[in-house]
């Protein structure tokens, strides 16, 4: 298994981002994504979760009514969408996956991708 994500960069506080991930080798409706993020000198923050089986999603706190996931069955791809972004969202983004239940807990993740950096200016 492989996780490919992608769609970090540099925003304005207020912009928006959209990072994506495909955990290659997982069938769409057998696996779990999990959102995590990670900013310098802080542990690793679980920020969402989404369930290819049967489309739970999750969102800590933090991001609950800003940052919104969605997928793309046919190419085996989920988003996250992060919107009215904030200097404080500014963090090294990790897509995680593992079968098939939602879960912020990293513990539940065996794969994971590379990271994406997401900067937020003030």
């Known amino acids: 298994v492989h996780v490919v994500e992608s769609g970090g960069g540099l925003v304005q506080t207020g912009g928006s981002l959209r990072l994506s991930c495909t955990p290659s080798?997982?069938?769409?409706?057998?696996?779990?994504i999990g959102w995590f993020r990670q900013a310098p000198g802080k542990g690793r923050e679980g920020v969402s979760c989404?369930?290819?089986?049967?489309?739970?999603?999750f969102y800590a706190g933090s991001v609950q009514g800003r940052f919104t996931v969605s997928s793309d069955k046919a190419n085996n791809l989920v988003y996250l969408e992060m919107n009215n972004l904030r200097p404080e969202d500014s963090a090294v983004y990790y897509c995680?996956?593992?079968?098939?239940?939602?879960?912020?807990?990293?513990?539940?993740?065996?794969?994971w991708g590379a990271g994406s950096l997401v900067t937020v200016s003030p």
């Open positions: 080798g997982l069938a769409f409706g057998d696996y779990a």
């Open positions: 995680a996956a593992d079968y098939p239940f939602c879960s912020l807990s990293e513990g539940h993740y065996h794969y």
């Open positions: 989404f369930s290819s089986s049967d489309g739970t999603t």
